[in-house]
Structures are given as C-alpha cells and as structure tokens.
C-alpha cells in the first residue's frame, strides 16, 4: 500500500526566509537571482524577507548580519555565470540589493525649511 504524503509547498513567505538563509549560509548567485526574482515577481522588499526569516526560523535574528550579506557578492563572483544569464544580469541584481539595503541604512534627510514652520491652529 501506498502511503499518504501530504503535499508540502513552501508559501512566499518560506520561499523568502529559506533564500535569505541560504544567501547568509553560502551566498551563491543562485541564490541572490532566486531571491531578486522572487522579489520582482510579488513585488517585495528587503523589510518582508527580514519578517518572513523570523517566521521560518523562529529565532533572533540579526539584522544587520542580514543586510551585509545581501550585499557581500565577492563569493557569487567567483562562480560562473548561470544558464541563460544575460550580460547585464548580474550587474542588475547587485545594484538592486545595494540600493534597496542602502535605502533602509540611510538617514532620512534634512527636514525642508517648510516642514520645520510651526502653524498656529488655536482659536483666538
């Protein structure tokens, strides 16, 4: 007799927190392209992997290991190119990790002269 398997499917939220981990562990280009695609396709960011992490594996986290290793690539650099990655792949998929770690690492800006002006509400 054959037995009953249930089947199993990792959701979004699996996919992203096994691809952050597997990208912490080893850092190949597999991963980083897998996890962009994934991204791109259910138009994500970086704050819902870092959520989606912390629900797979139930454990503290630190974020700032996370991000670094989103953006250390000299590993998946050594690697070869992986079928069917056009030229400029690669260079798009950094790019895209550098400038969405970088937006959530960067001070906000200077508040404008009109965002500091005190308006007076009160009746008189």
Known sequence: ????????????????GTKLHAILDRGTRRDFFDLYVTLQHEQLGIVECLRAIR????????????????????????EARLPGEGRADWA????????????LLVPPPAALAIQRRIVDVSDR
Do not use: C, W
Not at 1 to 16: A, F
Not at 55 to 78: K, M, P, Q, S, W
Not at 92 to 103: D, I
């Open 55 to 78: 629900a797979i594996y139930r454990h503290d986290v630190n974020d700032g290991l996370l991000l670094r290793a989103l953006t250390y690539f000299d590993d998946a650099e050594r």
């Open 92 to 103: 798009r998929v950094k790019k895209y990790f550098l400038g969405a770690v970088g937006a």
């Open 1 to 16: 007799m054959i037995p009953h398997v249930v089947e199993r499917r990792l959701d979004v939220t699996g996919i992203l």
